[in-house]
């Protein structure tokens, strides 16, 4: 009697061979069968007229290195103009021109990544049955006598299949993410690309927070799985809007996020403190992009009793930067002379065109006489370090900006850790980071804000694709959390600067405008902000 309620309750998971085929199969043979290439060779497509469901990626042809987007209906499709693509559209891509076109990637659903051919295919469901059944799957006492004989091997699978199979049944979505990119850790690609096809289902560029987020991690996930990672990076970054919409959603996110500003505020903080009584200032941006965090530095200054110090900025900032502010940097230069002139504050600008991986001493233009101040605000992440280079630049920058015997130096980075992280935790960290992200982002941003999914995809996915998809010098988003920052300063022979109580009054203020959701916490002489329970954005100084 156990034995029979015991074999009805599970039969959803136990099916015979036959049957699961005839759920499966049918997609398999299409692609074995039905893979052509158009008559122009503008990219590779698959046909699957017994379903449905299509799905979207972005895969490089080999036969002319462009790339070819399917769209489902609830599935991100990044096309290479970076903008959400209608439902069942089928659109072939101009090769980018940024990457080799000997680079080729085959597709998530190409015989590389499932299978070779339909009896490799069955010889997998074969081993999967077996798994699940053991060798004699039509004698459920051989299963309970593996579980007796102490096969726990058995029991863990059983386990974790119940567990999916309950997650799927009631759409928990961060259940099915975590099993797939598990099921890719472990190299199980037939259960991840099974997964895949569930999560296709369930993620919506348009929907709750955590349905928005795993629609970019998706493609993440199919990226890593079909070798595309790095490509589709790098069309996110080169492709990009029109350089003035990027910067328009560049500044939505900054409005409706305190995120940056709590780092620019932080930083500007301790450098105002640490020059309040030095005629001339030096301070060295290792990453200006449009010079917004200056703009309310400037006019402290100005404003600082017996008038304000001789300024000279430093901007160091590489080609991407660039784009997204339609220009070099003498546009930073002059917004912020004008600024300047118009506040009475002397001002002088020295652009640093490069990419901090290549800065140099001669690069900063430093000069006596001038007190320096030296900013890492949501940078230093992108210095690889021992783990990716020998060079490590990560350190190098920590030590020459060291011998230059700064004032001040200010930290603002991500609290997270992606860095040295093998795959899997690395994907665990990154969804409960973004989870926090994409929430904070819905209470401010309403749904139906038709710039929102914009945002979403150009500020946050691409680096969502990095941090999943790529490995090794590929991967570029490489976050630490502060512990491990400080033993880097530390090293460089550093030591903490205190942060001026009235920063954290500020900030506690710019807070009011935003969710109580948001936290304030000061610890170790840092500042953190975070969203609920999950720490965010930290930021320190040093000397």
């Keep these: 009697m156990q034995a029979s309620e015991r074999h009805r309750s599970m039969s959803m998971y136990y099916q015979p061979l036959q049957q699961i085929e005839s759920y499966c199969l049918p997609q398999y043979?299409?692609?074995?069968?039905?893979?052509?290439?158009?008559?122009?060779?503008?990219?590779?497509q698959f046909s699957a007229p017994n379903s449905s469901d299509f799905y979207c990626t972005l895969e490089s042809s080999s036969a002319a290195g462009s790339f070819v987007v399917y769209n489902s209906p609830s599935t991100v499709s990044f096309s290479t103009n970076d903008s959400p693509m209608s439902q069942q559209d089928c659109q072939t891509y101009p090769q980018d021109p940024y990457h080799s076109p000997d680079d080729t990637y085959d597709s998530p659903m190409s015989g590389s990544c499932v299978t070779e051919d339909l009896s490799s295919f069955k010889h997998k469901l074969r081993e999967l049955e077996n798994v699940m059944l053991g060798p004699d799957s039509d004698n459920l006492d051989s299963y309970d006598s593996a579980i007796s004989n102490g096969t726990g091997f058995v029991s863990l699978e059983m386990d974790s299949w119940r567990q999916t199979m309950v997650a799927i049944s009631s759409k928990n979505l961060k259940h099915i993410l975590t099993a797939c990119a598990k099921a890719i850790a472990d190299n199980d690609l037939l259960m991840a690309q099974w997964l895949m096809d569930e999560l296709r289902q369930m993620v919506s560029v348009s929907g709750e927070p955590i349905q928005r987020l795993g629609a970019y991690m998706l493609?993440?996930?199919?990226?890593?799985?079909?070798?595309?990672?790095?490509?589709?990076?790098?069309?996110?970054?080169?492709?990009?809007?029109?350089?003035t919409e990027l910067l328009s959603y560049m500044n939505i996110l900054y409005e409706v996020c305190p995120y940056f500003k709590f780092g620019y505020m932080s930083a500007n903080g301790a450098i105002a403190e640490a020059m309040k009584n030095e005629a001339r200032v030096h301070i060295i941006d290792f990453q200006i992009a449009q010079g917004s965090q200056w703009i309310s530095l400037i006019q402290a200054f100005a404003a600082r009793p017996g008038g304000p110090p001789h300024i000279r900025i430093t901007g160091i900032d590489d080609s991407t930067s660039a784009y997204a502010r339609g220009g070099g940097l003498h546009i930073v230069e002059k917004r912020l002379s004008k600024l300047a002139q118009h506040f009475k504050v002397p001002f002088q600008f020295h652009a640093a065109a490069i990419s901090g991986c290549d800065v140099q001493l001669h690069n900063l233009?430093?000069?006596?006489?001038?007190?320096?101040?030296?900013?890492?605000?949501?940078?230093?992440?992108?210095?690889?370090?021992?783990?990716?280079?020998?060079?490590?630049?990560?350190?190098?920058?920590?030590?020459?900006?060291?011998?230059?015997?700064?004032?001040?130096?200010?930290?603002?980075?991500?609290?997270?850790?992606?860095?040295?992280?093998?795959?899997?935790?690395?994907?665990?960290?990154?969804?409960?980071?973004?989870?926090?992200?994409?929430?904070?982002?819905d209470v401010t941003l309403p749904r139906e804000h038709k710039e929102r999914i914009n945002v979403e995809q150009h500020c946050l996915a691409r680096d969502l694709v990095n941090i999943i998809a790529c490995e090794g010098v590929e991967r570029v988003e490489r976050h630490e959390l502060l512990g491990k920052w400080r033993s880097r300063f530390a090293m460089a022979g550093f030591t903490p600067y205190p942060l001026s109580s009235l920063v954290n009054g500020t900030i506690k203020k710019l807070l009011e405008n935003y969710s109580d959701r948001y936290r304030l916490e000061?610890?170790?002489g840092a500042l953190y902000l975070g969203w609920m329970n999950r720490d965010l954005v930290a930021s320190c100084a040093w000397k």
């Design 29 to 44: 043979r299409n692609l074995n069968h039905q893979l052509y290439s158009n008559d122009g060779g503008s990219g590779t």
């Design 219 to 243: 493609e993440g996930l199919i990226a890593r799985l079909s070798a595309s990672g790095s490509s589709i990076y790098k069309s996110l970054r080169c492709k990009e809007p029109e350089s």
């Design 522 to 524: 000061e610890r170790d």
């Design 365 to 441: 233009g430093v000069r006596p006489g001038e007190a320096l101040a030296v900013n890492f605000a949501f940078m230093l992440h992108h210095m690889p370090d021992e783990s990716v280079s020998t060079q490590n630049h990560r350190d190098r920058l920590l030590r020459l900006v060291k011998s230059l015997s700064p004032k001040v130096v200010t930290l603002v980075e991500q609290e997270s850790n992606t860095n040295t992280a093998a795959f899997f935790p690395r994907f665990l960290e990154t969804m409960d980071y973004y989870t926090a992200m994409f929430e904070s982002i």
